[in-house]
């Protein structure tokens, strides 16, 4: 049906969208190959707007959606910037928002980290996610670990806890901030293991949250 969301039970696998959420090497899936086709034969796309929760696809559908006068949210030209996590390390830092240190890797890795010391981390710019395309490099020794092709290096720096503060955005500017959790990763794979809810942090640290999440 036209405008209907995704609900539980659904078959997904059937209707061609599973694909779409595993974008490993940031090619098109199955649902987004629909879209094109719909386009290229020149019917009309049933669907209100188009969205994604993953910014690991391809963008020459979601460009050619948005030209035709669908609504595409994120906008291609935001996922274009967000799919690289070097362009979106320097977008934050560019933004005034606190970043660890980081470079380019443009020669022999074992020569890049030494800036930083060890441990060091070595992030992909593009594919990675959810603990994907992220090696953190404890020594020399660990360089037989490091992460082939385009990546990038990081300082390694101390945490005591990730939060994420969601915040979604209409269509005339209007904000509603959903409230900060706390996300915790396996030590080993870096993959999220369990949510807290609600964050047990004070409220300072809360609303200091929530005024970096906006100016993301």
């Keep these: 049906p ?15 969208l599973a694909g779409a959420r595993r974008p490993h090497d940031g090619r098109e899936g199955p649902a987004l190959e629909r879209e094109r086709h719909v386009l290229e034969n020149g019917d009309a796309v049933a669907v209100d707007v188009v969205t994604f929760d993953l910014e690991n696809v391809g963008t020459d559908t979601l460009d050619a959606l ?24 320097s977008w934050f830092r560019d933004a005034g928002i606190p970043v660890p240190r980081f470079r380019t890797v443009d020669g022999p890795l074992e020569e890049a980290v030494r800036e930083f010391g060890y441990p060091v981390v070595q992030k992909a710019r593009r594919g990675g996610y959810d603990g994907r395309g992220v090696v953190i490099l404890r020594s020399p020794e660990d360089l037989d670990r490091a992460l082939p092709g385009d990546t990038y290096r990081e300082e390694c720096i101390d ?16 904000r509603a901030v959903y409230p900060a959790i706390e996300t915790v990763q396996t030590p080993d794979t870096h993959v999220l293991d369990h949510l807290v809810v609600p964050a047990p942090v004070a409220d ?8 970096v999440a906006h100016r993301v």
Excluded: C, F, N, W
């Excluded at 036209?2 to 061609?16: L, T």
């Excluded at 945490?159 to 209007?174: D, K, Q, S, T, W």
């Design 204 to 211: 300072d640290v809360l609303e200091r949250a929530v005024e």
């Design 66 to 89: 948005s030209r035709a006068g669908h609504r595409v949210h994120p906008s291609p030209a935001l996922m274009t910037r967000l799919r690289d996590k070097y362009e979106q390390r």
């Design 159 to 174: 945490v005591e806890r990730e939060l994420a503060v969601l915040i979604a955005v209409g269509h005339e500017g209007e």
């Design 2 to 16: 036209r405008g209907r969301s995704i609900q539980p039970g659904d078959d997904v696998q059937e209707r061609g």
